[in-house]
């Protein structure tokens, strides 16, 4: 993994985000792709909520970031998390993926997000992400699944 870090969204646009997530009729037009993570600070003890895309299958929803991001780092420490899917809020346990497990889930993931699949400038053959092209985006991304709470 590389330490490059990426563009990090302006903050008002995640206040803009987090509030359009929260309002019933807004909601619907941004939240079908993109949820509120809330994560408790390993060093602070305070709890932060951050806009992110996720694909979700079941009770299991997957979420990924740049490496230099710090949340994932959070819920690493603390993996207890909570989630606002679809104008619902939901409880869970977060894992960060390993090397073995991350490259089916980043696919899965970019197979449901067409659309940060092809700003990564990853093709798809026979309905699947090239896997040399997930690999390769993997060097310095970050893939987190959470198991939903029944």
């Known amino acids: 993994m590389t330490s490059e870090p990426r563009r990090t969204p302006p903050r008002w646009l995640n206040r803009l985000m987090r509030l359009m997530l929260r309002t019933p009729g807004l909601q ?34 997957i979420l990924t970031c740049h490496e230099s991001r710090q949340w994932w780092r959070n819920v690493r420490s603390n993996p207890r998390v909570r989630l606002r899917l679809a104008g619902k809020e939901r409880t869970g346990i977060a894992c960060v993926a390993d090397e073995e497990s991350a490259p089916a889930m980043f696919a899965e993931f ?41």
Request: proline share 4%; glycine share 8%; charged share 25%.
């Open 28 to 61: 619907r037009l941004v939240g079908r792709s993109t949820a509120l993570l809330t994560f408790v600070g390993r060093k602070s003890g305070k709890s932060y909520t951050t806009p992110i895309s996720y694909s979700q299958r079941g009770e299991r929803v």
């Open 110 to 150: 970019l197979t449901d997000q067409r659309m940060i699949a092809r700003a990564l400038a990853i093709s798809f053959e026979n309905g699947a992400p090239r896997a040399e092209q997930v690999a390769a985006a993997l060097e310095d991304t970050v893939v987190v699944a959470v198991g939903l709470d029944p």
